[in-house]
T-cell receptor, first 112, second 113 residues
Framework: QQQVKQSPQSLIVQKGGISIINCAYE??????FPWYQQFPGKGPALLIA?????SEKKEGRFTISFNKSAKQFSLHIMDSQPGDSATYFC???????????FGGGTRLMVKP | ETGVTQSPTHLIKTRGQQVTLRCSSQ?????VSWYQQALGQGPQFIFQ???????GRGNFPPRFSGLQFPNYSSELNVNALELDDSALYLC????????????FGPGTRLTVL
């Protein structure tokens, strides 16, 4: 059962453009929503995270937008760079802190 | 301060065999989680250990088992290996159970033939 749905599966963006990845969840017990970046052969690394009491969080070129009523959240990467080319995963942690549920991933390619 | 380390890096087994994967958590982290990541998919939660006890489990059969040691390092054991067990196995650690950054290791690539 996929409780976190992520789209698109792949994304091609020109250098300097905006990359947007969307996620939707079903379980209202989720209360922590991180985004991870994964390069080939590496484990996922935390990029940015948000809690549901905040509608937006920005760190550098990365912004999470969160819509609690719609149970959706998205990652925006401003001024996308070729070095941003990686697979991105949204995730959600339940309020018991037991289980991190990941989306299916988005493979981002930023063309120079 | 060292990060999360996993061993071995790669492993090849045959169907029906047993395997043990190891994880050393980051210093000060008493919570360790294990994930299975099939090729092209997101990581799937297997189970979590907090202070040497399992306190959460995903939808994996009992042949997936684990241990956490007093130094908070951990093992993942898989019995009766099946072809579908071929995947990248990731270990992640964090301090406590509260929502906090989970630090992932590089993973162990398991191939079952």
């Amino acid at each position: 059962q996929q409780q976190v749905k992520q789209s698109p599966q792949s994304l091609i963006v020109q250098k300097g453009g905006i990359s947007i990845i969307n996620c939707a969840y079903e379980n209202t017990a989720f209360d922590y929503f991180p985004w991870y970046q994964q390069f080939p052969g590496k484990g996922p690394a935390l990029l940015i995270a948000i809690r549901p009491d905040v509608s937006e969080k920005k760190e550098g070129r990365f912004t999470i937008s969160f819509n609690k009523s719609a149970k959706q959240f998205s990652l925006h990467i401003m001024d996308s760079q070729p070095g941003d080319s990686a697979t991105y995963f949204c995730a959600a942690l339940d309020n018991a802190g037991n289980m991190l549920t990941f989306g299916g991933g988005t493979r981002l390619m930023v063309k120079p | 301060e060292t990060g999360v380390t996993q061993s071995p890096t790669h492993l090849i087994k045959t169907r029906g065999q047993q395997v043990t994967l190891r994880c050393s958590s980051q210093s000060g982290h008493n919570t360790v989680s294990w994930y299975q990541q099939a090729l092209g998919q997101g990581p799937q939660f297997i189970f979590q250990y907090y202070r040497e006890e399992e306190n959460g489990r995903g939808n994996f059969p009992p042949r997936f088992s684990g241990l956490q040691f007093p130094n908070y390092s951990s093992e993942l054991n898989v019995n009766a290996l099946e072809l579908d067990d071929s995947a990248l196995y990731l270990c992640a650690s964090r301090p406590g159970l509260a929502p906090h950054e989970q630090f992932f290791g590089p993973g162990t690539r398991l191939t079952v033939l």
